[in-house]
């Protein structure tokens, strides 16, 4: 007698991929339905329910539900979907308008997170306005579904994380964390026309001005650790950091410290008043449009003006940070005379910040491009006496760059060096064969070899953030 045969039984993990098809499917068809359709309507409504049921047999059978774009292939749960391209093509297009290189959908979703998701997926893009899909998801309250930019298991990029940690301490991460929300709250604030209160902002300066005044280094590596912050708030916190370590360098006291701070906080806030898609427009600027971007130094000064306990040093500052020193900038003024050293550090931090970060028209510049081109301009639109000693604060590789060395070593900078800015002090993180480097090993780059005298060690290049694509031309 033989045995009878019984049907191989089927893993959860072989039960999600054979529902990942049909799940797929269905939420494109939500996704486009929902495009054509209100929410109410029973053809959207249909839909939406059909994707809850998938979405749930799934979810009963993993925690997440994991979706990832690799170039132009989506992948779920790590494994390439093996669907007609065409099909997800509208889905895989509003996931890069949107810079979103994964998305996973967590046990506990519930159909009402699901159809405020849906909403936001049919917002057309330029409404996002800097800001990411899980920022906007967090404002929807939606909380079983994550979205953002792929991170590739590089150890050493976490280990650089960590050693960045340890430099900054957890006082400072919690005072940048909290000088975020004020900013973020201060733009809604506006928004909805309600005045701002300047007491967070000025205990945010504070505590920068008495840290800055021990080590400056901390606060040009938290500069470097903004990936997951909207880019417009982390923005106005770092170009505040940056005029204040400048004014720092130049030896001002206390006070100046805290008033310049103060006052390069609130450069842009007149921008709040400008419609968002014009903010984040990935193209090129109509003229209509760049006149309405011009505007913003005035409508500074305007709500400063509306806004108790401002300094007037702020109000200079909104109105002269895009002057320029060769006041070939806007707004033109019509007797020109020298700009406030505050606007002429502001707007250096202005253009150093914004080029060093990564938005939806442009990539990020290496740093060394960076200082090339500020030192290039030195003298026309910037201070050469001011832009000469933020180059000497920032180094070609400032604080929290990651660099290879021409030993094939791997490291991150922890600190410039003043006399040398291509030679900046190193925590190690890979040692000449790629291995990790787990204990802690710091190297000033200016140490020489003690037969010859030559550097050990020289710089190759800064390494940019894996994924990132070549940078677009410098600004004009
Ligand atoms: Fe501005």
């Not at 919690?174 to 928004?191: K, M, R, S």
């Not at 002429?344 to 028209?361: E, F, I, Q």
């Amino acid at each position: 007698m033989t045995e009878p045969e019984h049907a191989p039984e089927i893993g959860p993990e072989a039960q999600v991929a054979a529902l990942t098809a049909v799940a797929l499917r269905a939420l494109c068809a939500a996704i486009s339905q929902r495009k054509m359709y209100p929410p109410e309507h029973p053809i959207a409504s249909r839909a939406l329910t059909s994707l809850a049921l998938y979405l749930e047999r799934i979810l009963a059978l993993t925690e997440e539900w994991r979706l990832a774009l690799v170039g132009e292939k989506l992948m779920a749960g790590g494994r390439p979907v093996d669907e007609r391209t065409e099909s997800l093509a509208p889905f895989v297009e509003s996931l890069k308008a949107r810079a979103v290189e994964t998305i996973a959908f967590k046990r506990g979703l519930d159909v009402a997170e699901l159809r405020r998701f849906l909403s936001l997926m049919i917002l057309d893009a330029k409404w996002f306005a800097g800001t990411s899909l899980q920022d906007m998801m967090g404002k929807e309250g939606i909380r079983s579904i994550e979205a953002g930019r792929l991170v590739l298991a590089d150890p050493a990029e976490a280990d650089r994380n960590r050693a960045l940690h340890d430099e900054t301490g957890p006082e400072l991460t919690e005072a940048y964390d909290n000088a975020l929300t004020f900013i973020e709250e201060a733009v809604g604030a506006l928004q909805e026309g309600r005045r701002i209160s300047m007491e967070d902002a000025e205990s945010f300066v504070h505590l920068v001005v008495s840290q800055m005044q021990q080590d400056r280094s901390p606060f040009l590596i938290l500069t470097t650790l903004k990936a997951h912050h909207a880019y417009t708030f982390t923005h106005i916190i770092n170009v505040c950091l940056l005029t204040v370590v400048q004014i720092e360098a130049m030896g001002g006291d206390a006070s100046a410290l805290r008033e310049f701070g103060l006052a390069s906080m609130m450069h842009d806030i007149g921008k709040s008043l400008l419609p968002k898609e014009i903010l984040s427009k990935p193209g090129k600027l109509t003229p209509e449009e760049f006149a309405l971007i011009q505007r913003h130094p005035q409508d500074g000064v305007h709500i400063l003006r509306e806004t108790p306990g401002v300094p007037d040093l702020a109000l200079l500052v909104a109105f002269e940070h895009h002057m320029r020193y060769n006041h070939s900038g806007y707004p033109r003024p019509r007797h020109p005379r020298p700009l406030h050293p505050c606007s002429l550090m502001t707007n250096l931090a202005d253009t150093y910040d914004a080029m060093r970060s990564k938005r939806a028209y442009q990539e990020e510049f290496p740093p060394e491009k960076v200082a090339a081109l500020i030192s290039d301009r030195a003298g026309t639109d910037y201070h050469p006496r001011l832009a000469q000693a933020f180059l000497q604060i920032m180094g070609a590789y400032p604080p929290g760059t990651r660099v290879r060395l021409d030993t094939g070593e791997e490291g991150v900078v922890v600190r410039s060096n003043p006399a040398n800015p291509y030679r900046p002090v190193l925590r190690m993180l890979r040692d000449s064969t790629g291995g990790l480097i787990k204990r802690l090993e710091i190297v000033d780059l200016m140490d020489k070899e003690r037969v010859g005298g030559r550097f050990s060690r020289n710089v190759l290049c800064s390494i940019r953030p894996q994924g990132a694509a070549k940078p677009a031309a410098p600004p004009a």
